[in-house]
């Protein structure tokens, strides 16, 4: 199409128009802009373009047909654009179609080809399908912050700048933190970047949603939970195994005493010796034809653990486990019930690892809880064995010789002072 421009007649691609204004001094300035489906009720709003005989104009236009438009922003290649009046608009638009051409040419090291590259390697593949699951979550967060920045550029600052605008979800954060350190970690060697920035950035703290269990909680569960949801559980406090590993536990033979176990996560096998509070608890589950230990309602064994899932989702839904819900009880929860029981009893690290397939460092992690404990008991032997030097005899006298018991008035408890039951006698 032929528009009469600044400089004569000027062949414009489609959507392209100029708009002439004139000064009152009579000097006139020429526009360009890309409006798609100009003059018409569907029309978008004109961006400005540079000259048409300028360098840039060819790439300005070509970005222009590329965009997309939604709840009134701009996307070029999925990723958000400033708004077009925005001095920023141009400089990030051009950043992203380079980027793209890049890509196309099969050199691009972006985070967009970091993430597709990872996903599509066997490091990837071989995790655990929660990791996966979680990781594609965290991956679509990256793609959404840095889809064409280089992670060479990826600097600590800006890492724990992303982590900590996730605070007010600390698990999500956490899982975002250890996703973008093992995609950085990948991207090393395949040039990516020379290092991984995230390694030296900080956790969000209270990022562990689960606990372990209370004793009301196993009490619910054992009145409550149909003996296919209940033996699982009671398979995690005995062995410390992750979901779904202890979902792929095979039954163990009346003669064996111990239990195979193949660690989805890790790949490492690990045998559990069978406790024999936990084998009354195996020989209460029925025998069918199959070889696992854990069925379904039907009989027959869980082919993921998303089917687990949705059984152990429904119940936890019902009224009788409101408290694990208020609680934010979760099944994983278990696992650190585990650890927590064979530290109590005196297992050193080394052999709770070895039982719960984990490592010292997380053995210690989770048994936080236990040394603090030990320390309060111990703490408090020593207050006992010692009370004499530092007890309060007036605390004895109150006590022991002039003591009356409280009286309740009302909502309230009361009961004289000492001063007042002397002046009472």
């Known amino acids: 199409m032929a528009r009469s421009g600044k400089s004569g007649m000027v062949e414009l691609p489609r959507h392209v128009h100029r708009i002439t204004k004139r000064r009152k001094d009579g000097k006139e300035t020429v526009y360009t802009f890309y409006t798609r489906n100009r003059n018409t009720p569907a ?9 048409p005989l300028s360098k840039e104009f060819p790439q300005a236009v070509e970005i222009c047909a590329l965009l997309e438009r939604a709840n ?40 967009t ?21 979680g990781y594609q979550a965290s991956a679509q967060l990256v793609k959404a912050a840095w889809a064409f920045d280089l992670p060479a550029e990826l ?11 996730l605070g007010d979800t600390p698990a999500s954060a956490n899982q975002f933190r250890a996703y973008l350190s093992r995609l950085m970690a990948w991207g090393v060697p395949r040039g990516f970047s020379a290092a991984n920035p995230v390694q030296f950035t900080e956790k969000i703290p209270g990022g562990e949603p689960w606990s372990p269990w209370p ?11 149909p003996f296919n949801l209940l033996l699982p559980a009671i398979s995690a406090l005995f062995t410390g195994q992750r979901q779904g590993d202890v979902l792929l536990m095979k039954r163990p033979r009346d003669s064996e005493n111990t239990i195979e176990v193949r660690a989805q996560k890790t790949k490492s096998t690990v045998w559990v010796p069978v406790h024999s509070a936990y084998r009354q608890w195996i020989d209460k589950a029925p025998r ?11 009989g027959l064994p869980y082919e993921t653990t998303d089917g687990f899932r949705a059984d152990w989702q429904r119940l936890m839904n019902t009224e009788p486990f409101k408290p694990f819900r208020e609680n934010r ?38 048994g936080r809880e236990v040394s603090v404990r030990a320390l309060a008991r111990d703490g408090m032997k020593l207050l006992e064995s010692r009370y004499a030097e530092v007890r309060q005899p007036a605390l004895e006298q109150e006590q022991n010789a002039n003591w009356k018991p409280s009286v309740r008035i009302g909502n309230r408890w009361t009961r004289d002072t000492l001063a007042e039951q002397r002046k009472k006698k």
């Not at 970091?114 to 390697?121: C, K, R, T, W």
């Not at 490091?123 to 699951?133: E, N, P, Q, V």
């Not at 009893?345 to 210690?364: F, K, L, Y």
């Open 43 to 51: 029309a978008l709003p004109s961006i400005a373009l540079p000259e």
């Open 113 to 133: 080809a970091l993430i597709d590259g990872f996903h599509a390697h066997e490091a990837f593949k071989t995790l655990a399908a929660s990791t996966r699951r």
């Open 155 to 165: 600097t600590t600052v800006d890492a724990q700048q992303a982590i900590d605008s």
């Open 329 to 366: 009880l979760v099944f994983h929860g278990i696992r650190k019930n585990a650890v927590i029981n064979l530290l109590e009893v005196g297992c050193t690290e080394t052999q709770v690892g070895a039982i719960c397939n984990m490592s010292e460092e997380m053995v210690r992690h989770y």
């Open 72 to 111: 009134d922003r701009w996307f070029l290649m999925g990723a958000e654009l400033p708004d077009h009046r925005d001095r920023a608009f141009w400089p990030s638009a051009i950043k992203i179609h380079a980027a793209a051409q890049r890509r196309l040419h099969d050199d691009a090291k972006d985070f």
């Open 288 to 298: 069918g034809d199959v070889v696992q230990l854990h069925v379904g309602v039907k």
């Open 215 to 225: 004793e009301w909680a196993w009490q619910i569960l054992v009145e409550h939970a």
